[in-house]
């Protein structure tokens, strides 16, 4: 077969090598560096997890980075992301920085149309979410907030203002229907 099909000898075995190696040093730094690292929890935690796989991918094609400067890297990825995630813990104001703020769409059925609007949601993608916990109309739904995930999460019931997991997420008066 032609080059251009099948590449070098040294070039596969080259990655062959080099992939299961850099595969090693991430899942073990994957392992070390805890379950944080992985979590879908917020956009800074996604960009880290994007960046394992571009490191990945470069150091398994190009013939220009060498495995230590591909581990190097991810060891590097995961640092950054564990000081990042213990400097938020300890500082409110590293945490706004980071994380988005969940958002509150439905309240006692009354969807916040500003609130939808503000975060980009389709009223069908709140539909959707009510139907996947069985609850045929919106007027029957506690709350569904959109959390800082992405994801929505739906209440059957909304606790009294001001209490439960609803803490803090108080419709604005702008945000009713």
Avoid: C
Wanted: hydrophobic share 50%; aromatic share 4%; net charge neutral.
């Amino acid at each position: 077969m032609p080059d251009w099909i099948l590449g070098s000898l040294d070039g596969l075995l080259r990655t062959v090598v080099v992939g299961l190696l850099a595969y090693v040093a991430l899942i073990g730094t994957l392992r070390i560096s805890g379950k944080r690292t992985l979590a879908k929890l917020n956009a800074f935690d996604l960009v880290v997890t994007v960046a394992f796989g571009s490191v990945l991918a470069t150091a398994l094609l190009s013939p220009d980075v060498s495995l230590l400067s591909g581990a190097t890297a991810i060891v590097l990825l995961a640092l950054v992301q564990f000081l990042v995630s213990w400097t938020a813990m300890r500082s409110e104001r590293v945490e706004r920085a980071i994380k988005n703020e969940p958002a509150l769409l439905v309240l006692r059925g009354q969807v916040l149309h500003d609130a939808l609007q503000r975060e980009r949601i389709q009223q069908s993608e709140i539909y959707q979410v009510l139907r996947n916990q069985g609850i045929a109309r919106v007027e029957d739904a506690g709350a569904v907030v959109l959390e800082t995930d992405g994801s929505l999460s739906v209440l059957a019931e909304a606790p009294v203002a001001g209490a439960g997991t609803l803490t803090g997420l108080e419709p604005t008066s702008s945000g009713r229907p």
